[in-house]
T-cell receptor, first 114, second 109 residues
Framework: DGGITQSPKYLFRKEGQNVTLSCEQN?????MYWYRQDPGQGLRLIYY???????QKGDIAEGYSVSREKKESFPLTVTSAQKNPTAFYLC?????????????FGQGTRLTVV | LAKTTQPISMDSYEGQEVNITCSHN???????ITWYQQFPSQGPRFIIQ???TKVTNEVASLFIPADRKSSTLSLPRVSLSDTAVYYC??????????FGSGTQLTVLP
């Protein structure tokens, strides 16, 4: 089945630790995105990538880092510099043709700082 | 940036038609207009996309005027299971795909 997979579903982190969230897609999509969602709020863009080895900051990139070494993978690292990392994180992918085309989302990773 | 504006919330009753309008600020010439539905603790799910005029699929219709400055998502005969958050993301030349706060639709019995 083609799709986009995020892992793990739940993640617990101690304060001061870095943690990496996985996002893999087998849809052959060029574009990939990371979003953060807080309770009762909308999606806020963290980072996005249109092609391999290239990515841009979104609205709330501070305290996060990404890499795009492979077309299929776009991991997100939540660093210790992120002051309030507890949130629901969503990854998405889409084709790179015309703008704002259909995006496919993973099921999300819920990160909790303990 | 191609930001969008939509109402924060809407209420409706089962069986009614619901129309949610979105304003598209600085929409890029080549951008489609897309709408998504999100249930709690799930990723958003694509509903419909269009470029101009009207598009209809099995779940919704999308109306886009000629100037493409707005769009209206129409859900016919809603049911309780249509209670969700609906988004009309912006794209733009930078291809950011920005979602915003969405519209919380609550369907009442």
């Amino acid at each position: 089945d083609g799709g986009i997979t995020q892992s793990p579903k739940y993640l617990f982190r101690k304060e001061g630790q870095n943690v990496t969230l996985s996002c893999e897609q087998n849809l052959n999509h060029d574009a990939m995105y990371w979003y953060r969602q807080d309770p009762g709020q909308g999606l806020r863009l963290i980072y996005y990538s249109q092609i391999v080895n290239d990515f841009q900051k979104g609205d709330i990139a501070e305290g996060y880092s990404v890499s795009r070494e492979k077309k299929e993978s776009f991991p997100l690292t939540v660093t210790s510099a992120q002051k309030n990392p507890t949130a629901f994180y969503l990854c998405a992918s889409s084709t790179r043709g015309r703008g704002n085309t259909e995006a496919f989302f993973g099921q999300g990773t819920r990160l909790t700082v303990v | 940036l191609a930001k969008t504006t939509q109402p924060i919330s809407m209420d409706s009753y089962e069986g009614q038609e619901v129309n949610i309008t979105c304003s598209h600020n600085n929409i890029a010439t080549n951008d489609y207009i897309t709408w998504y539905q999100q249930f709690p603790s799930q990723g958003p799910r694509f509903i419909i996309q269009g470029y101009k005029t009207k598009v209809t699929n099995e779940v919704a219709s999308l109306f886009i005027p000629a100037d493409r400055k707005s769009s209206t998502l129409s859900l016919p005969r809603v049911s309780l299971s249509d209670t969700a958050v609906y988004y009309c993301p912006g794209g733009g030349s930078a291809r950011q795909l920005t979602f915003g706060s969405g519209t919380q639709l609550t369907v009442l019995p």
